[in-house]
């Protein structure tokens, strides 16, 4: 079976002009917020997701569409995972990293740092000499 993410909707506002002291963010994703569409061989489920700060920093909002391509066996099975007691973690993990991943460049358009700590690679010594390393 086949996954994809498209987003139908992007908005993101900076509410304070100058931020001071640390940022707890939240994250509410809600998935699935319905089934757009379905045929034998697709279905097509919505996804809303909100991110916000304390102190109110900033605001996002992310809506989008998870697709699913399989024969039918395939799109039934994924379907009694989405109507489920608790949706597929597997499924929320997927949704949750793309939007997580969109909401970080939004954030860096109006100004914000990642608010995940990027790790710096480690440093490379030179190769000595007469040694040989592939690029």
Do not use: C
């Not at 079976?1 to 994703?29: C, H, I, K």
């Not at 995972?81 to 460049?105: A, C, I, S, W, Y």
């Amino acid at each position: 079976m086949q996954l994809s993410v498209s987003f139908t909707y992007l908005q993101a506002e900076r509410l304070l002009e100058s931020v001071q002291g640390p940022l707890n963010v939240n994250l509410q994703v809600t998935f699935p917020a319905g089934v757009e569409r379905r045929s034998e061989s697709s279905l097509v489920v919505s996804f809303v997701a909100n991110v916000s700060s304390t102190p109110p920093a900033f605001s996002a909002v992310v809506k989008g569409k998870l697709v699913a391509q399989g024969s039918s066996e395939e799109i039934r099975a994924f379907e009694e995972k989405l109507h489920g007691r608790t949706p597929d973690p597997e499924l929320v993990q997927l949704v949750t990293n793309q939007v997580l991943f969109e909401v970080m460049l939004l954030l860096r358009e109006i100004g914000f740092p990642p608010v995940l700590p990027l790790l710096a690679a480690p440093m490379q010594q030179p190769p000595a000499q007469g040694e040989f390393r592939p690029v």
